[in-house]
């Protein structure tokens, strides 16, 4: 089973090389649309040496945790870096998670909950979001006293359906769980709620974030964790020592530093509600409000919607054989050019 989704996996990796040769514009991984500041590339060289490639990166990345520190407001002992978000979700499955335990996490919402259970040996468990893709907090506490789960998942702003659950709702459900609470804030920029002034108060509750989204280096692998003291000392036992490049590690620091994704944040965000208003408008676009920097919408046949919007050098995410996303395409906020294109053809598509 767990070589079947490999296999198929693999699949979808070359799709996508392929697409990204095709596409001018894309708009379907939730990246930044913008490239680094050219003061950050202008220093590149300095910032390259400084890190000293010859020898082994910190494995505490200690300058970027103190940045990242500041930027959380949390203690900088709370914090563990990965290489991208995903490679603290395996961290999670090697520290915490057995053959056999069961993993809770919300359907739909990101692939890689499912897939690093399984090749972890354990049991997934999806809980269906309800119409429109609310969170149903019940439905969640049910499920956690039945399965008693190592590890539950929540995703807020959840992606792809751009939808949040309150700070309330959380706790709720954090006072459930015996295991862990996983709330994973990738998109947190583009929402701006968060529960880390909750990581005091909850040994269990694990926030995870990334570089790739609003800080906009997506390809150079940089995501972190924020927990108690006990979990972050249990990540570190399974943690491949040198899991963050040296470069990435400076590279994320003078972006942090250089707070150039405040204005690009707020861009992204107008550009959000504006996009959202014009798919409303379209006929036979139904979209669903979002706090994320993407859009998720249903149409009669997202396939050949999907294909359309590629011929006109566009690249959003299908989700093709997902039941709970038939009909879904999810579209990346880009540059007002480039969201400008999408609305233009999506319009001669419908
Ligand atoms: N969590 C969520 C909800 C995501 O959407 C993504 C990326 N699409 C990730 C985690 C992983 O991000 P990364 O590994 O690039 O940090």
């Known amino acids: 089973m767990i070589k079947d989704l490999v296999r198929r ?32 590339y202008a220093r590149l060289s300095e910032v390259i040496r400084n890190a000293r490639p010859n020898i082994y990166p910190d494995p505490l990345a200690t300058r970027l945790r103190g940045a990242i520190s500041a930027y959380a407001g949390v203690n900088a002992d709370n914090i563990i870096v990965g290489n991208g978000s995903d490679d603290l979700i395996h961290g999670i499955m090697n520290s915490f998670v057995e053959r056999e335990d069961f993993v809770l996490y919300p359907e739909p919402s990101f692939s890689m909950y499912r897939i690093y259970t399984l090749i972890a040996g354990a049991k997934p468990i999806g809980i269906p979001l309800g119409e429109d893709f609310q969170y149903h907090v019940g439905t969640f506490i049910e499920a956690v006293n039945k399965y008693a789960p190592k590890v539950v998942f929540l995703c807020v702003p959840n992606n792809p359906t751009g939808n949040v659950l309150s700070k309330e709702a959380i706790v709720d459900i954090l006072e459930s769980v015996k295991g862990l609470l996983v709330v994973d804030e990738a998109y947190y920029e583009f929402y701006g709620e968060t529960v880390v002034d909750l990581i005091g108060k909850y040994p269990n509750l694990v926030i995870l974030r990334t570089f790739s989204k609003a800080m906009g280096i997506a390809g150079l692998r940089v995501g972190y964790l924020i927990s108690s003291n006990e979990v972050i000392d249990e990540l570190y036992k399974t943690k491949s020592p040198y899991n963050i490049n040296s470069v990435s590690q400076a590279v994320a620091y003078e972006v942090l530093k250089s707070g150039i994704y405040k204005e690009r944040l707020n861009y992204i965000i107008s550009e959000r509600n504006r996009l959202f208003n014009r798919l409303k408008e379209i006929k036979g676009v139904k979209a669903y409000p979002s706090a994320a920097n993407f859009i998720l919408i249903r149409v009669a046949d997202a396939e050949k919607v999907h294909q359309k919007l590629i011929e006109k050098d566009i690249l959003v995410r299908s989700f093709k054989g997902d039941p709970y996303l038939n009909d879904c395409l999810r579209i990346t906020v880009g540059t007002a050019e480039a969201n400008e294109h999408l609305i233009k053809s999506l319009r001669e598509i419908m």
């Open 9 to 40: 996996d693999v699949v979808n990796l070359k799709n996508y090389q392929v697409h990204m040769q095709q596409c001018k514009y894309k708009m379907d991984a939730n990246e930044s649309p913008f490239d680094l500041p050219e003061d950050i």
